[in-house]
């Protein structure tokens, strides 16, 4: 039986590799990996079939049995080094002598020009025994977990900051030679892909040392990252927003293939009684094979109106880029954005065109979708039902894009329902929490009672939320 979780308090890790995996595994469906009992059984036997004595290999061997989707893999990760890395933690011991960070600096472009990764690692613990420690965490360390107040651990972040590793990418490029501006720019490539090992290597390093001050499964649950899929928009970094722009293309793919397996589904409809009838004379009169009405398609319209304020910049810019990659699947898709006042936006997507960061700050500056700067969703739903109601018809879906804060300004209703009343369909995707939508500013409550409100926090909520809104 899984032992009782505990996260307010330290705990001692499983007696055996059998408890050890369970926990494991529950920690993996707690972070959105869903691995079964038949997927557990299988860990189990890899385990036995590949032994504990090469760490690397179990890895790659558990991932195989327990991941399903892509972007699975980084938590994976995380959660593998806390639950089979823990014990393996040496003795930690203050540096007897501490170096400059300049020396560690020269070493770590040393480590990395070479692409030295035992050297690299070495530094990383170094860096953050000398630089990552806070609350008193680097003083009197030792392998077996302690009790320490809740304000000491050590931090990835902080021995980053204090590396000034912005610098390093330059150093590292210049130390190789280079022949051509090609050559600079792949050389260049390769040494964010060497400090970004580096990163992982210290941010690995922390979580460890933390789960020995804390338990493994209170840092676990609060100090492994979420996969890009699960990332709330409306908190996520910019490193996050680059993992999401890649999720644009597959993601679309997925959904397309969704949306063609619907129409194939409902390409018949109605039984045919006059044809049926016909066929049956053949049959002495019973419709044995009843003859059906084929159903005519045409692909539908497309409206998205989206807030490009900045406090939703990163979801804006992810489904408006995630909507021109389906394009395909619609006879016309018009984008139009606002702030304060609404202008059309088409024109700033070019069909194949890879997503690419900065894009709401480049419809921002190029177009006028904004006098003032303050989000006012009154003016921007007038301003749409002025000079492009036409866009909406009879076949045409309407997509709005916002998480409704008005700055206490009229919400327009009228203009609203003015809106839905000519589209065929008419939705709104609001980053929120559903629980926040009637705090503060929030015009989300009164907005719900005039069209169909959807809570899209992340990617994966998005992609659900569209899959079943996709018109067929």
Not at 226 to 251: H, I, K, N, W, Y
Not at 267 to 288: A, N
Not at 353 to 358: L, M, Q, R, S, Y
């Amino acid at each position: 039986m899984t032992p009782s979780r505990r996260n307010s308090v330290p705990q001692q890790p499983s007696d055996t590799i059998t408890e050890r995996l369970v926990e494991f595994v529950g920690l993996l469906r707690d972070h959105g990996i869903n691995a079964g009992p038949s997927e557990t059984i299988d860990a189990a036997e890899a385990m036995l079939a590949l032994g504990l004595s090469d760490r690397n290999r179990l890895r790659s061997g558990l991932a195989a049995c327990l991941l399903r989707r892509n972007g699975q893999r980084a938590v994976f990760n995380q959660l593998f080094d806390l639950y089979f890395l823990t014990t393996e933690q040496p003795q930690q011991a203050p540096a007897a002598t501490p170096e400059s960070i300049e020396s560690l600096q020269d070493r770590l472009t040393t480590a990395l020009t070479e692409d030295d990764p035992a050297a690299a690692t070495d530094l990383a613990r170094q860096a953050l025994t000398q630089l990552g420690a806070y609350g008193g965490a680097g003083t009197g360390q030792t392998s077996a977990p302690v009790t320490t107040a809740s304000g000491s651990g050590w931090s990835s972040y902080l021995t980053m900051r204090s590396l000034r590793t912005e610098d390093l990418i330059d150093r590292i490029t210049a130390a190789t030679t280079s022949t051509s501006p090609l050559d600079t720019a792949v050389r260049t490539i390769e040494a964010n892909r060497r400090l970004t090992q580096f990163r992982t290597a210290v941010q690995t390093e922390a979580r460890l040392r933390s789960a020995q001050l804390r338990g493994t499964e209170y840092i676990a649950r609060r100090g492994v990252e979420s996969s890009p899929d699960q990332v709330d928009f409306l908190g996520a970094r910019e490193q996050d927003l680059a993992e999401m722009r890649r999720l644009v293309t597959p993601l679309a793919r997925k959904l397309a293939t969704r949306l063609a397996a619907r129409r194939r589904k409902s390409v018949r409809g109605q039984i045919d009684m006059r044809r049926t009838l016909r066929r049956s004379m053949s049959t002495g009169g019973v419709p044995i094979t009843p003859v059906l009405r084929a159903r005519k398609h045409g692909r539908p319209d497309l409206v998205v109106l989206a807030d490009l304020s900045g406090s939703v910049t990163g979801f804006a810019e992810f489904t408006l880029q995630l909507i021109q990659a389906l394009q395909d699947q619609f006879t016309k898709v018009r984008s139009f954005g606002f702030i304060d006042t609404c202008d059309e936006i088409t024109s700033q997507f070019v069909p194949g065109e890879p997503p690419v960061a900065g894009l709401a700050a480049r419809i921002v500056r190029e177009t006028k979708v904004a006098r003032y700067g303050s989000s006012n969703y009154g003016e921007a739903l007038q301003g749409f039902t002025d000079n492009y109601l036409d866009a909406l018809g009879p076949r045409t879906s309407l997509l709005i894009l916002g998480d409704a804060r008005t700055n206490r300004t009229d919400p327009n209703l009228d203009a609203l329902q003015t809106m839905c009343d000519r589209a065929k369909h008419a939705y709104w995707l609001n980053p929120e929490p559903a629980r926040s939508w009637s705090t503060g500013d929030s015009a989300a409550h009164i907005y719900a009672d005039h069209i169909t409100m959807h809570e899209c926090r992340n990617v994966k909520q998005l992609a659900e939320v569209v899959s079943r809104l996709l018109p067929v």
